[in-house]
């Protein structure tokens, strides 16, 4: 069965950085699409970066490009999401995700989870 496991959320001060880890196991890694999600209260869940490496593409939400990059180590089997010049407003919960095949931006397309890692930025 696939095991996604989050780690690297915290708490930090605006304009500071964090680096999400998102472990994998149980899959075919390279046939799948990886991508971070969050939600915060209030507000639906949304695709905030997702990658996939067969078809060498890659999606941003507008209100990170320029701030968050995703990344890949095959060997470790782990996604990672750089976020630099964090704001209050991307204080939420942060989720990994994985489906067979390309990208979708609706995490209702997303079949595998992991339990999710808090991220609060503070003035």
């Known amino acids: 069965q696939v095991r996604l496991v989050e780690s690297g959320g915290g708490s930090v001060q605006a304009g500071g950085s964090l680096t999400l880890s998102c472990a994998a196991s149980g899959l075919t890694y390279s046939t799948y699409s990886m991508g971070w999600f969050r939600q915060a209260p209030g507000k639906e869940r949304e695709g905030v970066a997702l990658?996939?490496?067969?078809?060498?593409?890659?999606y941003y939400a507008s209100s990170v490009k320029g701030r968050f990059t995703i990344s890949q180590d095959n060997v470790k089997k782990t996604t990672y999401l750089q976020m630099n010049s964090l704001k209050p407003e991307d204080t939420a919960m942060y989720y990994c995700?994985?489906?067979?095949?390309?990208?979708?931006?609706?995490?209702?397309?997303?079949?595998?989870w992991g339990q999710g890692t808090q991220v609060t930025v503070s003035l």
């Open positions: 990658i996939y490496s067969g078809g060498g593409s890659t």
């Open positions: 995700a994985a489906r067979q095949g390309g990208l979708r931006s609706d995490y209702h397309e997303y079949n595998d």
